[in-house]
């Protein structure tokens, strides 16, 4: 294959190449968040050496079930996504807005200042590039914009890693969100792990990255490393755990707004908006006002809110949507449908949190199904 | 007579009748003035007749004891003013209280339930006069009923 | 770097759209029970389009959505009239001239002013709708060449609920337009129409083949009004209605306004009947 200028030069590093890559980012200034082991489940959190991975494990996923368990060789990246997704970090749960402070009858607000902070994701899969892009336009991209979030994303340097394994509620490859990360990181991995030995085909995706690539012990990567990275790829999108058409669904669900089938998974759901939290997409929030006694001095925060609380969409006395039909509803349709009139794409990059983090197993996929099913009946 | 007539004739609710029923109509009917604060008619007085209003403004009211009188619709120029006398026991439910001056066509009621037994086709014209008028104010009342504009609504 | 008080005091408070900046009441007027106008003057003005609304902020209690109901033309006084509906309204009500309050805004897409140039204009309102009309009421009467015929539709509970009960009176004695007041229930005082604000709708005069319709009130009525206005002879892309939603944000990024495909926020809250027909009808969309 010949390079063109446009084409990523592939590179191998081993193992200690990405030890290295890390220093050279925490050198950089950069906060190094990545997965690691934390009660029990793969979360996304700051880490300074690749002892700090979840080195040998995987995970085991189906609607409502996440499990860890061993696997027989080191692989660092041997798993899909937890509940933590990068809008931990970029979206915080909570994040202060402004303060308020009264003297003499004046009163003056100062607006929360915008973090400092330069942040490098490590080990983002392609379904959480695309959720990220998803983000982007909601919070940058229309009229008005969010500096806290802007100012985080632009100053975040990402690393990629194509997926050496389906998650069990995987459908990345329905969604054309994955599992190659095709776009949107600053460098991309993909772990190549045998009994040749263990590294990493890597590339670089922007100038920066290619500056910190340069920083790395690192050598062309040859044909047959190259080819099995694309294997990888290749097994990976071919063991999907589930699929979901997705070229229909908009006008699918909005024109099924009274499917019984609603009624059937409110007979399941708990409205515990875990679903909506795991979400890498989903970006609603709320505003909580906070004073001290004597109310001189106020705050404002936002604080993530979903809308399968019952007063989300509170108004005059009663919420419009006080069913759990009607709220159930409301995410799925807006998620595969109205997000499409709203954004100009699907909110669903198929990583599968809701399906596995759901307590009582409702899976996206079989919903979506179900409806059409009926359909052509 | 011929004056009455085409009063008949030309007012609202009579549009598209046939000439034959509008001398039948005019036989039952007279011209009528009350003075502002006059009442029409009044709760569990004999509906012997319903009112055309050809200029000016009914109040339709309930009273109750110590409550000033409350009106729950106003009819205007044009419209009907009482269905009371369609069914047994053939009572007024209300009052009607003219607010300014109001000039309406009188119908006698027992005149015209008479023609209406006789001539079923004339009964029929009559009906389908009379019901889209109930069931619009059927359907208004319910909106009354519903107090959108109270503070919870 | 400019002091703290500077950004608190400019009109762009900060480049974050969810920071407020902080304002006083300069006059306070009860309109009807529970319902006060607020007028605030603002330094350097203030320049809204009728039917646009602001975030209002009780500091320390909260924020909440509230429509400009003052004449667009007064770019120096802010006009709010507020209904005490829970915690965050009924503490803006209780303000008093010369308190604080934070002021987010102006948001949405407004009455459609352009649109109705040189058409019959149509004007229904219920209840507290009337506030949010009442910027378009201005406009329209004060450029009164520029339309057609002009009809002022009002209902309301009771003869003691009626909203700026004096301006419409002025409004009435204009030969130039119709204002006709109906409530749900009168007393013997009433002379004026009982029953609903739709069969104003068949009374009036328009040509309903070109007129263009503002309609803003409760939902159950906004739907019925327009349902009356397409019934006699108007066609929906011409019914103009002012939807309302919980709001957290009034930016497009709190999610909750979401109304079917579109943000109450930033979309509306004035939609055009044609658009919101076939969600208005759904229970709990």
Redesign the interface.
Known sequence: MSDSAQAPQSAYIDVNGLQQLLDALRRRGFRTVGPRLRDQAIVYDDIESIEDLPRGWTDDQEAGRYRLLRRDDEALFGYAVGPHSWKKFLHPPVQK??K?E?KD???????EPIADERLAFIGMRACELRAIAIQDK??TE???????YAARRKGAFFVAVNCGKAGGTCFCVSMNAGPKAESGFDLSLTELIDKRGHGFLIEAGSDDGREVLSELPNRAASESEREAAEAVVAKTASSMGREMKSDDLHDLLLRN??HPRWDAVAERCLTCSNCTMVCPTC?????E?T?DLT?DE?S?S?RW?S?FTID???????S????T??RYR?WIT?KLA?WI??FGSSGCVGCGRCIAWCPVGIDITEEVRAIRDSETK | MEGLERIVREHKFFAGLDEEYVKLVTGCAKNVRFEAGEYLFREGGPADQFYLLREGRVALEISAPGRSAISFLTVDEGEVCGVSWLIPPYRWSYDGRAIGLVRALSIDALCLRNKCEADHHFGYEMMKRVMPVVIQRLHATRLQVLDVYG??? | MAS??D??KSPA??????????VRVTRRRGDAPEIVTLEIDIDGGFTFTPGQFNML?A?????VAISISGDPVNRGTLVHTIRD?GPVSGALTRLRP?E?L?LRGPFGVGWPMAEAAGRDVVIVAGGLGLAPLRPSIYRVLAERDRYGKVAILYGTRSPGDILFHRELETWRRRLDATVEVTVDHGNQDWHGHVGVVTKLVQRADFDPASAIAMVCGPEVMMRFGAAALHEAGMPDEAIYLSM???M??A??????C?F??V?VC?DGPVFTHDRLRHILA????
């Open positions: 807005l402004w308020s009264r009858d004046e009163v003056r607000v100062i607006p909601v919070l229309g009229v008005n914009k969010d500096p806290h707004l009274e970006f609603c929030t709320s505003v006002e004073s109310g106020t404002r936002r809110d809308c989300y969409s509170y108004l005059h006395g009663g419009v949507r006080s069913s039909k009607s409301q807006h109205t009139d709203q | 503070v919870d609504a | 703290m008080l950004l608190a408070a900060s480049a974050d759209p969810m920071v407020p900046r902080v902020t500091f320390g209690v909260g924020e509906v010369g604080s934070g309302e939603r919980n957290k944000c930016v497009g990024f709190c999610g909750h979401q079917g495909p943000f930033k759904l229970k709990e969309i």
